[in-house]
Nanobody
Framework: HVQLVESGGGSVPAGGSLRLSCPAS????????MAWFRQGPGKDREGVAN???????TYSDSVRGRFTISQDKAKGTLYLQMNKLKPEDTAMYYC?????????????????????WGQGTQVTVS
């Protein structure tokens, strides 16, 4: 089992920055993919960025070049650095972990492949 707890959300003006954190505890060594998803009001949960056990990363088109996913393995924490934020980035952001080996596309589009989730942290851009 894996426990995830997101933090770092808040309200910022357009163009601002935030860094989300997600410390993980439990059997994190068995997770092949760690990811950030988001869900806006009335929208489906969508993949934002993911980090695989081989160190490769994938970003959605809407955030590529503005967001950076990283991990501090010593602290067991996943991060999402978000720069140049836009109003359309407003959403609840979730950290997910999966032991399923998947393609980069699946990691962005198939939230059901992620078994473990945090409670989410709200990001509001005005």
């Amino acid at each position: 089992h894996v426990q995830l707890v997101e933090s770092g959300g808040g309200s910022v003006p357009a163009g601002g920055s935030l860094r989300l954190s997600c410390p993980a505890s439990g059997r994190t060594d068995r997770q092949y993919c760690m990811a950030w998803f988001r869900q806006g009001p009335g929208k489906d949960r969508e993949g934002v960025a993911n980090l695989n056990s081989d160190g490769s990363t994938t970003y959605s088109d809407s955030v590529r070049g503005r967001f950076t996913i990283s991990q501090d393995k010593a602290k067991g924490t996943l991060y999402l650095q978000m720069n140049k934020l836009k109003p359309e980035d407003t959403a609840m952001y979730y950290c997910g972990a999966s032991r399923v080996i998947m393609t980069p596309t699946q990691a962005l589009t198939t939230s059901s492949l992620f078994r473990f989730w945090g409670q989410g942290t709200q990001v509001t851009v005005s």
